[in-house]
């Protein structure tokens, strides 16, 4: 167990980590929002690769160049998702916490079936992309050069959101309405139409996380599931809606990830995630960085 | 809730099940097809699952979707004790059932601080750990599972190559047991307990109700009646692995007759199961075909519809209304 060894897995796990952030984000943004826990969340995530993978076929488009299309895409598909679904489980006039679940896990139920429908439950992948199989080396360090640009497109999603949400007129007002949703009727602000924005926006921090993970994760109908796990366990573990206690709590479970498999056999390594949220929790049960 | 029309309200709601039950053993008289006998069974099986299941989380209100630990463990203790220390499946299922309720209290002894969607993150992220852990173990079988050793038909050994009705009959069984013992919980004081904690742990804790013992009560029942039908179901298709016995999948088609029929009410997970899983097994042999989606798709969309439709569940809608004719 050299000390290079140990960088290398931590870095790895860092890069990996960023990812997950970013695949977090849009669940923590979400949930922050309105108090609701999109369960399909790792569906949007399949259908953004799906999407990725569709412009590759269609216009040869790189996973990287087609992300801002996947994500705008993603950006429609969650403000219809809230308008067409969300808004009524929201108001409904029982079991308002159940009704939200299991509404939502029926969307990821239908949505997996429309892809094994339309598109096989065959693993594809991307076989010629700018960046697949290329490493970079830093200082005896191996980089894969797809987590990197992920990392990199994940470090300038998180820059570009705190500038939305500091700088802008509508992150204002989305953390108002975060705060307060009530109140923020009372001062203009339709509640309605910033809830869509935000299912919107997280809609397109997913597509980006998707189109990334795309460049070097094969794509099949199921594969949102391993990753809404984790990213469930991100958002909870940097407290519920916290979009910045994702972000650290992303990189904190990549870290942990790779450090459980550097330990165990690697078919073992999502025990050292679900240990690290058990162990927040009990400890701290609002979550790192949870203000409850 | 008066004390002689609550009684008898009791009372009729009993002999409605014993007349239900007796229905439903008259059926394999004119059912022979054992397509839909397997239907049937895996209706009844259900039935008592997510009788199970709503005993913690619609009872106590602690939302599990882990439940599918619960089912693994006693699906797995039953077909281990009996292909490696020979113990029959009737023992197995006990044990298995013993094995989980002390899992759920272990489980439950931190997890019971927590709330809203840590508690219920908390429970999907330890019953993929446990299906991680049954994964990687060599001597269970692993990724591979194990088969029930074919022994030739008998109760004892609880296996039965020719006929589904056996199984129907323990399935059947196994729903009624679990809804006694929910009709019988509710009128007792862990049932007041558990209700007073879903409604407000904060006020029940200064009302004198013990709240995180009622919690681990709620657990350990469920827990264990949701072992015994991971027994059962080990027993029925006598093949198990990981993935088929304790995959979230599962938690979930546990906890969805519980929600369609009414979450926390004592007939809603016998109506939901009784419509959902006739359904589901429809959808899947007539337009399943080979991993086609369109069962998915049904499915997905009926529970959405559900959901947005009857939030308060089937058996929960005229229980409303009644009470609103009441006041009027």
Redesign the interface.
């Known amino acids: 167990m050299t000390a290079e060894a140990v960088i290398q897995s931590l870095a790895s796990g860092l890069l990996m980590g960023l990812i997950y952030g970013l695949v977090a984000a849009g669940l923590a943004l979400i ?1 922050g929002l309105m108090d609701v ?1 999109n369960f399909a969340h790792g569906e949007f995530l399949m259908t953004s690769m799906y999407a990725a993978f569709g412009l590759y076929l269609a216009f040869a488009l790189d996973p990287l160049a087609s992300a801002p299309f996947v994500a705008a895409a993603m950006f429609v598909f969650g403000a219809v998702v809230y308008l067409g ?1 969300v808004r ?2 929201m108001s ?8 939200q ?3 939502t ?13 339309l598109f ?2 065959d693993y594809r992948s991307i076989p010629h992309s700018w960046l697949g199989g290329k490493t970079l080396k830093v200082a005896g360090i191996f980089l894969p050069a797809p987590q990197l640009a992920g990392a990199l497109v994940s470090l300038a999603a998180f820059g570009a959101l705190w500038l939305v949400i500091n700088k802008t007129d509508f992150g204002r007002a989305l953390e108002a309405t975060r705060e307060d949703a009530g109140a923020v009727a009372l001062v203009g602000i339709d509640k309605k139409r910033i809830f869509a924005l935000g299912w919107g926006l997280g809609g397109a921090l997913v597509g980006l996380a998707g189109a990334v993970l795309a460049t070097f994760f094969y794509i099949y ?1 199921d594969v949102g ?1 391993s990753f809404a ?1 984790i990213a ?2 991100t958002v ?1 573990l940097g407290g ?1 809606g916290s979009v910045f206690g994702a972000f650290a709590a992303g990189i904190l479970v990549g870290v942990v990830e790779a450090g459980t498999a550097f330990i165990l ?1 690697a ?2 390594k ?2 050292g995630i ?2 690290l ?2 162990l927040v ?2 400890l701290r ?3 790192l960085f949870g203000s409850l | 809730m008066a004390g002689s029309s609550h009684d008898s309200a009791r009372r009729n709601n009993l002999i409605l099940a014993i007349c239900v039950a007796a229905a439903v053993a008259c059926l394999p008289l004119v059912v022979k097809d054992v397509y839909i006998q397997n239907m049937l069974v895996l209706t009844l099986m259900y039935a008592a699952l997510s009788q199970s299941w709503n005993i913690l989380s619609g009872y106590c209100g602690q939302i599990s979707l882990g439940h599918a630990l619960y089912f693994g463990l006693g699906a797995y203790a039953t077909l281990l004790l009996f292909t490696k220390f020979g113990v029959l499946p009737w023992f197995g299922m006990i044990a298995g059932g013993v094995i989980a309720a002390a899992v759920a209290a272990a489980v439950g002894y931190p997890c019971f601080r927590l709330k809203g969607h840590y508690f219920v993150i908390a429970t999907i992220v330890i019953a993929e750990a446990g299906l991680l852990l049954m994964l990687n173990w060599d001597w269970a079988g692993a990724a591979m599972g194990i088969e029930v050793p074919v022994r030739g038909d008998s109760w004892a050994k609880f296996q039965f190559a020719r006929s589904k009705l056996p199984y129907f009959y323990f399935a059947l069984g196994l729903a009624l047991v679990a809804w006694i013992v929910t009709w019988k919980i509710e009128d007792s004081r862990w049932g007041y307990w558990w209700r007073a904690v879903k409604d407000n742990a904060e006020a029940a804790e200064s009302l004198g109700v013990v709240v995180f013992r009622s919690k681990m009560a709620a657990a350990a029942v469920s827990a264990f009646l949701t072992a015994v039908g991971g027994g059962f179901y080990a027993q029925f298709v006598s093949y198990i692995d990981p993935e088929s016995v304790m995959s979230f999948q599962f938690s979930l088609l546990m906890a969805l007759p519980a929600v369609l029929g009414g979450i926390g009410t004592l007939w809603g997970p016998a109506v939901g199961a009784a419509i959902l899983i006739p359904i589901t097994e429809v959808t899947r042999s007539y337009a399943g075909g080979t991993g086609k989606g369109f069962d998915l798709i049904v499915y997905g969309l009926l529970v959405m519809g559900i959901a947005l439709g009857r939030p308060e569940g089937i058996v929960g809608a005229p229980l409303r209304a009644r009470k609103r004719a009441k006041a009027a």
């Open positions: 949930f826990v679904l009524f489980a409904a006039s029982a079991n308002a916490g159940m009704v679940i299991f509404a896990f029926g969307l990821a139920i239908t949505m997996r079936g429309l892809a094994q429908l096989t439950p109908p599931a796990l469930y366990v909870a519920f056999p078919s073992l999502y025990l679900y240990a949220y058990l929790v009990v049960p609002r979550g």
